[in-house]
Structure formats: C-alpha cells, structure tokens
C-alpha cells in the first residue's frame, strides 16, 4: 500500500486552499512536524500533537486580540499556537473569534512563543511580537493559574502565488496536488495549499521575499504516480526557480505541468535472504535543504511476496529504508543507520529493480510477551471516509480514538477487548455527536495499555 508523505505536508498538513471551511483547517498543526510520518520536518513549527506531548497541562491563560495594522479591524478565525520556549513543542492553542479576541487555556507554568497561523492564507503569520522568525520572538512567562493579557497582534496582508497544476498533457487540472512554499534565504516552510478539482491553487500568507516552491502529489487511482518536482520541473532545492514576493501583491501563472515519476523496487527478507517477509513498511527519503536535511516522501508496505514498489521519483539520488516491528530497521545497502546508507538513483520514468533487504530479528527479552501492532489509515490524505488497519499479537483491551489539533476528542472508535489479529476500522468523518466533522488535521491515536501509537489522519473534503 503506497502512501504520499503529506503530512510533510502534513505539519503535515494543511489546507489552506480557497475552498476550506471555516475552522475546518486545523486546529493547530505542523507535518510538522516531528520527523515521522508523516515525515517531512520541513513543517515543524505548526505540527503540534498535544496527544502526544510530554508537557503536562496547567490552568495558566495567555489572551490578546487580534486585527488588522491599524490595530482595530478584528480578524477572525485566526489560530495561536503556544510553543515551548526551550524545547519549541506545541502545549496548546487557540482561535480568535469574531471580536479577534482569543484564549490559550491549560498552560503550565513556563515560558512560550506565541505565533499566529492563518488556515486562509489572507494575512502574514508571524511570532509575538511582531517577527516572522522563532530566534527574535519574545518570551511570554507564565506561571500556574495565571491570565496573561493584551498578548496582542496586529497582521498585515499577505503575498500569494497563485496558478494551475496540470497533468502531463498540460490540459489536464491535477486535483488534490500539494503545494509547500520555502523561505529561499533560510529554507523553511512558510505556507501551504493544495490544488482545486481543477488543478487551481492559491498559496497565500506570504511576506515580501524570495521562495521556492514544492509540488508534490499522490493520487492513489493514477495509473503511474507523478513525480514531485521543485518549481519549475526541477529535481532539486538548489535547481529550483525562485519566486519573488512583494506582500500584499499576487503573483499568477506560476502553472505546473507534471512529469511521470521513477521508481524503485526490490524485496525484503528475512536474515537468511530468502524468507519474504510481510508487512515491512518501507521509506523513500530525499535531501530537502541544509535547514532540512533529509526527509522522507513516499512509502510503501510489503504484502505476502515480500515485494515493494515506491513511485513518484524524479531522477536523482535517495535512501531507501525498511523497518517492521520486531526486526531491526535497515538502510540500503544492509546498513544500519541514514548516515552509512547507500544512495539508490531513480531516472524518471523508469523502475530502478532489485532494492532489496534483508532484516535481523530484534532480540527480546526471554518470556517476554509483548502486542504487535502498526497503525495504518488509508486513504490519507481522505474525502469523507478512511479505513484505519492495525494489529494485535494477543487478545487485548485497545483504546482508538480520534482527536483534533487542539487535543480535543472528536470520536471514540474502539474502546474494549479485542481478539488477536488483524483489525479494521471506518471513521465516516462523524464525531461522537454524530456530526460531520471539518476539514482539517486530525489524530488517531491507539493505546494498549503497553504501547501508544499515534497517526495524524487529513481530511481534505
């Protein structure tokens, strides 16, 4: 099963398309965005899993108002994250209302770094008080059960690119393709969007400079998935065009027309190199920027022949890793670790063949029992529906639900015994109240008792 690293996308992840809902962005994300999945780490400072965070929550409150510069003007539906100052982890968030006015709650005593994020791309995200970058934020100290007030932002409006993603025919509008944009001076993400059922995006929230732009894009019905390319039909960061911002001006026609994509194939065996081996995810990671480093894009499972496919490749030089609970994870060429991996080339359009692996068993501890499971959602990025599969070594109790940004709960799926083996679940996008739920970010998190796992899950429709 092949998956698209959105959620690179991901903090990952992220619609700030021109047909998104109201709140239905987010409630706090970036994907990015730990590196995991969701991979791409490009996204970090707007992933913020608070299901996952070790900062335990409090009763301190930080407030303020949000407008436009001329600091009376409200601006509404307008996301604050708070971010640890010294670890930059995501404790808690908050939406501006129709006043501006918004509330982070649940702060424990500690110091933060307030940054604004605008699911709309309408005006340009920046840190309190006033800057764009995390190093020149101010520090908001907050002690337990404490309000701190008047933690106030004034937002001025942003820059956009604005184009179409076409297939490779150039006529073709290619839906659902992500767009990121980068600082091209400091090589981080600045804002995100993905394309319309026509091909048609908006990338917005941009202050006056100079960018690159990345697309990539995963459809699983396309016969031969198109390759990701740096704007324009570049295979690399440093190839790339760049687009110059002047905020709050729009730039248009920057089009896309997409390649076919490479691929690489192999198998994955046991340590005897001939038992198939099942069930071993596997990861294509491609070097970003020196801010970056290397990330993972695209990822595939094996099935019972122990074979693998990963497509969307443009022609250049990657790492390939195989990883399966239970057995140790492995870099090509058997090598332990991302540092002593051989590169694998890929040429679009053509298959590199015979990638493949063979992977040690973990030792454990003697009589030890422990449960097996790996979390999988598919499709995702998903319209309405999406399949969650895992596995179970033993009878056990499991615990599956469903939470926003925010940390809140959103829909309890499984909570009980279940029997060993393979399990599927449907989330229909209904929250516990049987309403839809919005677009957005969204986290599946299950608990045995003895493992936790989390999967962040994107509804784009």
Do not use: H
């Amino acid at each position: 099963m092949k998956y698209f690293n959105y959620l690179m996308f991901a903090f990952i992840i992220m619609t700030f398309s021109v047909q998104l809902e109201a709140r239905g962005l987010e409630k706090a994300i970036r994907k990015n965005i730990p590196k995991s999945f969701l991979g791409l780490n490009i996204l970090r400072e707007w992933q913020m899993d608070e299901n996952k965070s070790t900062t335990k929550k409090g009763n301190g409150i930080i407030s303020g108002k949000v407008t436009e510069l001329n600091g009376v003007t409200p601006i509404v539906e307008i996301q604050l994250f708070a971010y640890n100052a010294t670890t930059r982890e995501g404790v808690a968030c908050g939406w501006s209302d129709s006043s501006g006015n918004y509330i982070i709650k649940n702060l424990p005593t500690g110091s933060y770094k307030i940054k604004t994020l605008d699911w709309y791309g309408r005006v340009i995200n920046i840190y309190y008080e006033n800057t764009l970058y995390w190093d020149s934020a101010m520090v908001v100290l907050v002690a337990d059960s404490d309000t701190i007030k008047n933690i106030n932002f004034c937002l001025s409006k942003g820059g956009k690119i604005k184009g179409r993603v076409y297939e490779n025919d150039g006529i073709t509008g290619y839906r659902e393709a992500a767009l990121l944009v980068l600082d091209t001076i400091r090589g981080e993400n600045i804002s995100l969007s993905f394309s319309d059922s026509f091909g048609n995006y908006m990338v917005g929230s941009l202050y006056t400079g100079i960018y690159k732009l990345f697309i990539g894009c995963g459809r699983e019905e396309m016969d031969t998935m198109y390759a990701f390319e740096w704007y324009s039909n570049k295979n690399n960061w440093t190839d790339a065009d760049v687009i110059n911002i002047t905020a709050p001006d729009s730039v248009m026609g920057i089009n896309v027309v997409l390649d076919r994509g490479g691929s690489i194939s192999g198998q994955v065996y046991k340590e005897d190199g001939t038992t198939p081996i099942s069930g071993v995810t596997l990861k294509q990671w491609m070097y970003v920027n020196g801010s970056s480093g290397w990330e993972y894009l695209y990822t595939d499972t094996t099935i019972g022949g122990g074979s693998y496919k990963l497509y969307g490749f443009r022609t250049g030089s990657y790492k390939v890793s195989a990883s399966k609970e239970g057995y140790e994870t492995r870099w090509y060429n058997d090598k332990p670790d991302s540092a002593s991996a051989d590169l694998v080339s890929a040429t679009m359009p053509n298959n590199t063949p015979n990638i493949d692996f063979r992977l040690p068993i973990k030792a454990v501890e003697e009589n030890r029992v422990t449960t097996y499971f790996e979390l999988k959602a598919y499709p995702n990025p998903f319209i309405n529906t999406t399949i969650i599969k895992y596995s179970l070594s033993y009878e056990t109790k499991v615990s599956l639900k469903i939470y926003d940004m925010c940390g809140k709960l959103v829909k309890t799926l499984v909570d009980g015994i279940q029997n060993a083996g393979e399990q599927s679940i449907t989330w229909n996008r209904q929250n516990d109240k049987k309403e839809k739920a919005p677009i957005g970010i969204y986290f599946c998190k299950i608990n045995t008792g003895e493992k936790n796992i989390t999967e962040k899950l994107i509804l784009i429709r």
